[in-house]
């Protein structure tokens, strides 16, 4: 039997939204994604208060992916949340930083990523154009909620 070696990858983005950390904090939630997000489904296992905070565990299986399970590893509100991202072929370490800029926010979006199986591996390999496209999506959908009040459509 061949040595398997897990491929590795770390793949980041910046954005900047027109609104303030207080703004946009409430939204990262599994719950509160419905609200922006079209293709947005999850399962939350577990919670306390029923949205977001350490220890929060959800699942989520979106068309085109594999299922995955998520664990929120920390809760820094308004400033940081990560999650440790599971599935079948590969595991996610996603951060998730917020900076305020006056009345504006950046924003940075961070996945490291490590291949489970030769699956995984492949997965490795297409994830910085992917990662590029999602995050520019999530920026258009977030940026249109904050704006409008409502869900930008896309399919």
Excluded at 24 to 51: A, K, M
Aim: charged share 25%; with cysteine; aromatic share 10%.
């Amino acid at each position: 039997m061949a040595e398997f070696k897990p491929a590795h990858i770390s793949v980041s983005t910046e954005m900047t939204l027109d609104h303030p950390a207080g703004d946009i904090w409430p939204l990262l939630c599994p719950v509160r994604e419905y609200d922006w997000i079209e293709t947005w489904e999850c399962e939350v296992l577990h919670s306390v208060s029923g949205y977001i905070e350490p220890g929060c565990v959800f699942r989520t299986d979106f068309p085109g992916e594999e299922p995955e399970t998520w664990l929120t590893c920390r809760h820094d509100p308004m400033e940081r949340i990560e999650f440790v991202r599971t599935g079948k072929t590969r595991i996610i370490h996603f951060i998730l930083e917020l900076e305020p800029l006056g009345d504006r926010t950046g924003m940075t979006w961070t996945h490291h990523v490590t291949a489970l199986n030769e699956k995984g591996n492949d997965y490795v390999k297409g994830k910085p154009e992917a990662f590029a496209v999602q995050a520019r999506m999530l920026e258009k959908m977030l940026a249109h909620y904050l704006k409008t009040g409502e869900m930008l459509k896309i399919g």
